[in-house]
């Protein structure tokens, strides 16, 4: 069986391209042939077996939609010839909302007379992108299968779809412990990022958006700071529009400037390791989501993390087994089970451990292959 991954995100988007590369190892131990297209930013990982090209080039060098959107046209051609002289017979996008640029690699996938496979990332964008539904539509009918992460978004395709459901199959999120290089010293991770090496630091960490829940948090805050006064939460993360004033309010309104650090930006790969291992619990007080990389990253970083109770989350973490559930927007809730939290961190330890354990066992990148290979076969 021979694959071709098409994608031209790669390490543009954040740890997008661990994934794809955890993929791409995980078929290849599976016995499949593996060619992975992607841009010239995302470097070669050198995975025995896997053929590289960087055949979307500087793609996302510049802000000008226009120009890329040019060399995303031009790089999928390629891409998409390439795959087919190659004589690989399955081609593999990855999208995270669908538009015309997409729906075009679909059918000229199709035109080659390829299987087209599309992993859904996030069935609905919560960004300020327009999606039409009737694009939306167009892509999911004409491709031959469709892999998604959880049971949840299934059924958001499948309603979405209405018929050939029987071509979607649940492939979880992998973990991050082949590529990511763990930091052991608090200390001077603290030290590299300039935060206070004695406070108990809570962290959220990713991309801002009003999805991510990060106000629910801010507003649980002042009941952790009352009784846990030596605690910090570092913001870790750019706001997806560039507006941080709606939280700076929250943050002004509860009193909150002196326990709140901003780093409002991208964050470098180099300095994720750092930020992870600066802070003694990690909180995704998520609104919505379909699955989450942060939360693989959390637990390949082996720290212990608080999620809402939302089915992407809950059904990967159990409640003081692999880390901590708290009823989704309810700031209340989060506060106690956070001040519950901190008071036992012998509890904490013993969580993150088995946090690790999890995602070491049920999310491997092998068994991710193996279930990819699996949906292969009823192309």
């Not at 790089?75 to 996008?93: C, D, P, Q, T, V």
């Not at 690699?105 to 009737?134: A, E, M, P, Q």
């Not at 031959?144 to 959880?150: M, P, R, S, Y």
């Not at 964050?267 to 619990?281: E, G, T």
Request: hydrophobic residues 40%; contains cysteine; glycine residues 4%.
């Amino acid at each position: 069986m021979n694959i071709a991954i098409i994608d031209p995100i790669g390490s543009h988007g954040s740890s997008h391209h661990f994934y794809l590369f955890g993929q791409a190892e995980g078929l290849i131990k599976n016995g499949v042939n593996v060619s992975l297209f992607t841009n010239s930013k995302t470097s070669n990982p050198k995975i025995n077996g896997l053929k590289f090209y960087q055949s979307f080039g500087n793609i996302f060098m510049t802000n000008n939609k226009l120009l890329n959107g040019v060399k995303f046209v031009l790089g999928s051609f390629y891409s998409i010839f390439k795959a087919r002289i190659l004589a690989h017979n399955i081609i593999h996008f990855h999208i995270f909302y669908s538009n015309f640029l997409v729906l075009l690699n679909i059918l000229l996938s199709k035109v080659l007379f390829s299987k087209v496979v599309l992993t859904v990332h996030d069935v609905d964008t919560f960004t300020n992108v327009k999606v039409h539904n009737y694009i939306k539509y167009l892509c999911y009918h004409y491709c031959d299968l469709i892999l998604t992460h959880n049971e949840f978004s299934k059924r958001e395709i499948s309603s979405f779809l209405k018929y050939k459901t029987e071509k979607i199959f649940i492939v979880p999120h992998g973990n991050y412990l082949p590529f990511i290089n763990i930091k052991s010293n608090q200390e001077e991770s603290r030290e590299h990022l300039n935060l206070p090496k004695s406070s108990t630091i809570l962290l959220f960490f990713g991309i801002i958006k009003s999805v991510k829940g990060l106000d629910v948090l801010l507003n649980a805050f002042r009941e952790i700071i009352d009784k846990n006064p030596k605690t910090i939460l570092l913001i870790a993360g750019r706001s997806m529009d560039n507006n941080f004033c709606f939280y700076k309010s929250i943050i002004k309104q509860e009193r909150l400037e002196e326990n709140v650090i901003i780093h409002n930006k991208f964050i470098k790969n180099n300095d994720v390791p750092h930020y992870f291992c600066a802070s003694d619990l990690v909180i995704l007080p998520y609104k919505k989501i379909y699955q989450s990389g942060v939360l693989m990253m959390t637990l390949s970083y082996g720290k212990p993390v608080v999620v809402s109770d939302l089915p992407p989350l809950s059904d990967i973490i159990k409640h003081k087994v692999n880390g901590f559930v708290f009823k989704s927007e309810n700031s209340v809730d989060l506060s106690i089970k956070v001040n519950d939290i901190l008071s036992n961190k012998s509890k904490c330890l013993e969580v993150a451990q088995n946090g690790v354990n999890t995602i070491d066992r049920e999310y491997n990148w092998n068994r991710i292959g193996k279930l990819t290979l699996e949906a292969y076969k009823f192309l």
